[in-house]
């Protein structure tokens, strides 16, 4: 008889009655649409979905080892761009001065033209707040390298915040990016490789928060009224975490990832897994459901242990992939009602289990793949 903490029922039954985020990664942007106007966010409960606007999907290879995520956003270059809210942008995106992580993968032509290409952000006045991910600037010097940055204050504080990459990337290859932000500190990091640059948030000043009028973007916003031009090329697999994810590098503090859970945001989908597959067997069943509960809340877990998100740790976001997928491969041993249903849990615990079967198992989507 297979057998889950009652922790997680009792989880579950509270992110039911509550609407509780799932964890820390707070957006997360697949594109794997096959067509607009949705760009649908699937890291956080409620989603903070975008519109999109001339915006194509085609078959990704982005991923270490050309496998892919599915589909990818196509930007033409001229008209296509991602919003989020006329004269609004989503509150996961107010990152303030906390620590945060944000990662993606991009695919540019090559010899790219000068000028700021915005990829994504909810920056409007750089004397506001907000931050934002552009390719290029106007100067030569920074073509097709990606830039960060988090605003607040004079042009003097954008400096110091501001990051560049060591490496062009407008070489038509795909590309992965991560920013960091830990205790006010700044760093880039570009296929794993931690880059050279490095800034620093001002007390006082800067904040990712930006007002809540901004129009966040992904593709650039406002391209009559700034030096910036629309970004063309290929987006995939874009997170946000509201903490700084770590890894362990082959030189210390500098090099490639090896390990840690931004290694395995870098990885994430690398060996072809089904997500919800923790022990790679081609299938999401009970086996995979129990492995997430004998790591339930653990803070240090890898993919073969149930972190199927990436960032460490085993929580509601986890379960809610494993859902989402149940019964993938030759299909599920019991439907995942039942298995939830089987859980045995402590008094007063019980109650709030019984509540679960009734509710949609909290509206998970089981997909049944076979």
Known sequence: MY???GSIAMAMAFALATGA???????HYEFNESAGPTLADSGAAPADDGTTNNLTFAAS??????TGFGNAGVFDGTTSNVGFGTGAHPASFDLGTADFTISGWLKTPTNFQNFNRPLFGNI????????????GRADRTYRGKPFFTVAGGSSSVFSQTQLF???RLDDD?????????SSGSLSMYVDGVKQLDTGTLVVGTSTATSPATVEARFG????AARIWKPYEGQLDDWRIYNEALTGTLDGGTSGTLTSGALFDVWQANSAS???????????????DLQILGDNWQSTTATWAEADFTGDGTVNLADLQILGDNWGFGTGPDVSFDEALAGVVIPEPAALALLLIPGAGVLTLRRRINN
């Open 21 to 27: 985020a799932r964890g820390d990664l707070v957006a």
């Open 220 to 223: 650039g916003i406002d391209f």
């Open 173 to 181: 290859t795909w590309h992965w990016v991560a920013y960091i932000c």
């Open 61 to 66: 290879t982005a991923g270490v080892n050309g």
């Open 3 to 5: 057998r889950i903490s």
């Open 124 to 135: 409007d006045d750089y004397t506001l707040g907000g931050w934002n991910i552009e390719l």
């Open 165 to 167: 990459s060591d490496v």
């Open 273 to 287: 897994l089904q997500p919800g597959d923790a022990n790679g067997d081609g299938m999401v069943n009970l086996s």
